[in-house]
C-alpha cells in the first residue's frame, strides 16, 4: 500500500472565496490596490509572504499583510470553503483500500489542522503537516520532509498528490511520485510543465490509479 500525501487548497478543498478575500482584506487595510479576480486565484498555493512579498517589496508590510490576512482568515476565511465533488468518496475509499494518508501544504499549520478537523473525512489523515507560523516553514520540500519524519516513511512508498506545481516540485525534489489533480487552480499545463507522473481531472481516477499494478 502507498503513502498518499494530499495538498489542501485547490485538491481536497475549493477554498478560493476565503483565500480570495482574505488576501483583498489585507491589501484593502494596507491601502493597496486589490488585484483582480483571476489574479488573486494564482494566490492559491504558493506560500502568502511568496505572494505578498514582491507585491510590497517591504518586509515590514509583508509582515503586517500576513498578519491582516490571518485576521480575517482566523475568523470567517478558515470556513469559506468547499468540498470538491467526489473528495469525500475518494478518501473514505483510499482509506478503505489501506493506503496510509496525510495533508501537506503551505497553509500554516494551525489553520490547516483547524479545517480538516471539521471536514466529514479529516479523521482519516494521519498527519497534517503545515507551514509554521514565522515562514521558517513554508515550501513544499520542507513541508514534504517534516511528513515523511513525522510518519517514518522513505519517499520511494509515497506520492504527492497536488493541483499546483509546488506540489510537483516539492515531490520531484524528494524523488518522489506524483499526481497533478487538473480539477484545482494550476491546470494540466501548469502540472506538465512541473513534471507530474500523472495528471487526473477525476477524483474518481485516484482511487482507480492506486488499485492498478502501475501505481
Not at 473528495?87 to 483547524?114: F, S
Request: charged share 25%; glycine share 10%.
Amino acid at each position: 500500500m502507498a503513502v498518499l500525501f494530499f495538498d489542501l487548497d485547490g485538491t481536497l478543498i475549493d477554498s478560493a472565496v476565503g483565500i480570495t478575500r482574505c488576501v483583498a482584506y489585507a491589501l484593502e487595510k494596507l491601502g493597496e490596490p486589490v488585484p483582480a479576480q483571476a489574479q488573486l486565484r494564482r494566490w492559491i498555493g504558493p506560500s502568502l509572504r511568496d505572494s505578498f512579498g514582491p507585491l510590497l517589496n517591504d518586509h515590514a508590510r509583508t509582515e503586517l499583510a500576513v498578519e491582516l490576512y490571518r485576521e480575517r482568515f482566523e475568523t470567517e476565511g478558515w470556513k469559506e470553503h468547499a468540498l470538491y465533488a467526489g473528495i469525500t468518496e475518494l478518501i473514505e475509499g483510499l482509506h478503505a483500500d489501506g493506503h496510509r494518508l496525510a495533508v501537506v501544504t503551505a497553509k500554516n499549520e494551525p489553520h490547516a489542522v483547524r479545517i480538516i478537523e471539521h471536514l466529514p473525512f479529516g479523521h482519516r489523515f494521519e498527519t497534517v503537516s503545515g507551514a509554521t507560523i514565522d515562514g521558517r516553514i513554508s515550501h513544499k520540500p520542507e513541508l514534504i520532509a517534516a511528513a515523511l519524519e513525522r510518519l517514518q516513511v522513505a519517499p520511494d512508498v509515497c506520492w504527492m498528490i497536488g493541483d499546483r506545481r509546488m506540489d510537483i516540485e516539492g515531490a520531484r525534489s524528494h524523488g518522489m511520485a506524483s499526481v497533478g489533480v487538473s480539477w484545482g487552480f494550476g491546470g494540466e499545463a501548469e502540472l506538465q510543465a512541473a513534471g507530474a507522473t500523472h495528471i487526473l481531472s477525476e477524483p474518481s481516477q485516484l482511487r482507480a490509479l492506486f488499485r492498478s499494478p502501475a501505481a
